[in-house]
C-alpha cells in the first residue's frame, strides 16, 4: 500500500450482524436506551496507531458505536486484518514520523470518509537513552508532537463538517512526570578541554 492511498474495506454482507462482524467479534451499542446518546452514526473518525494495542481497540470501539473509521498506521498486514473486523474502513499506510505524513495522511482520509469529525491522536514512541542521535531525536519529536498538532490544526479544515472536530490525544505517563533516570550524553571532548 502506498503511503497515504486509501483503501476502502467494503462492508461485508451476510455475516450474523449484518454489519460485516461475526457475533463472537463484534462489540455493539445499542441504538435505543440509555447508550443511545453515544452513538456515531454518520461520523467519521480517524484513528492513528491503529494497527494493534489502544489504537485498535479505539478504531473498533468507534466502528461499534456507528462511526466510518480510517485507520492509520505503518503496518499494512495489521490494518488490514484490522479492516476485516469493521465496517467499510479506509486504510491508510503512513508513518507518521515523516514530516510530510500528516498531511498526505488527511488528503487520503478526506478523499475515503469525506472529512473528519473524530480525530484521535494514538500514535507516538519512547525512546529512553541520550539526546545525541539527532534522527532518533527529530523523530519522536516529529511523531510525538508535531503529527498530532499537524492533524489536529488541518482536520476542521476538512469539507463538509457536519458537527464540531472532537479531538482524542493519547500521552504516556512520562509526558508529565518523565523517566527515572535518563542518561546524560558525555560532555564532548572540545567542550570539556575548554571548561578545565
Given at each position: 500500500m502506498n503511503e497515504g492511498t486509501p483503501r476502502r474495506k467494503a462492508g461485508a454482507q451476510g455475516r450474523p450482524d449484518g454489519r460485516g462482524h461475526s457475533s463472537a467479534r463484534a462489540t455493539s451499542v445499542a441504538p435505543d436506551g440509555a447508550l443511545a446518546s453515544f452513538r456515531l452514526d454518520g461520523r467519521r473518525a480517524l484513528v492513528t496507531g491503529a494497527s494493534s494495542g489502544l489504537g485498535r481497540r479505539f478504531a473498533q470501539v468507534l466502528d461499534a458505536a456507528g462511526a466510518r473509521v480510517a485507520v492509520v498506521a505503518r503496518r499494512a498486514a495489521?490494518?488490514?486484518?484490522?479492516?476485516?473486523?469493521?465496517?467499510?474502513?479506509?486504510?491508510?499506510?503512513?508513518?507518521?514520523?515523516?514530516?510530510?505524513?500528516?498531511?498526505?495522511?488527511?488528503?487520503?482520509?478526506?478523499?475515503g470518509l469525506g472529512g473528519v469529525d473524530v480525530l484521535v491522536n494514538n500514535a507516538g514512541t519512547l525512546v529512553v537513552g541520550p539526546a545525541e542521535d539527532d534522527t532518533t531525536f527529530r523523530d519522536v519529536v516529529e511523531l510525538n508532537l508535531h503529527a498530532p498538532y499537524e492533524l489536529t490544526r488541518a482536520a476542521p479544515d476538512s469539507p463538509s463538517r457536519r458537527v464540531p472536530l472532537s479531538v482524542v490525544n493519547i500521552t504516556s505517563i512520562l509526558a508529565r512526570v518523565g523517566?527515572?533516570?535518563i542518561p546524560r550524553p558525555?560532555?564532548?571532548?572540545?567542550?570539556?578541554?575548554?571548561?578545565s
Open positions: 495489521r490494518l488490514e486484518d484490522l479492516a476485516a473486523d469493521l465496517h467499510d474502513a479506509v486504510v491508510v499506510t503512513a508513518d507518521l514520523a515523516d514530516p510530510s505524513a500528516p498531511g498526505a495522511v488527511l488528503d487520503a482520509v478526506v478523499e523517566a527515572r533516570s558525555p560532555t564532548p571532548p572540545a567542550r570539556a578541554a575548554s571548561s
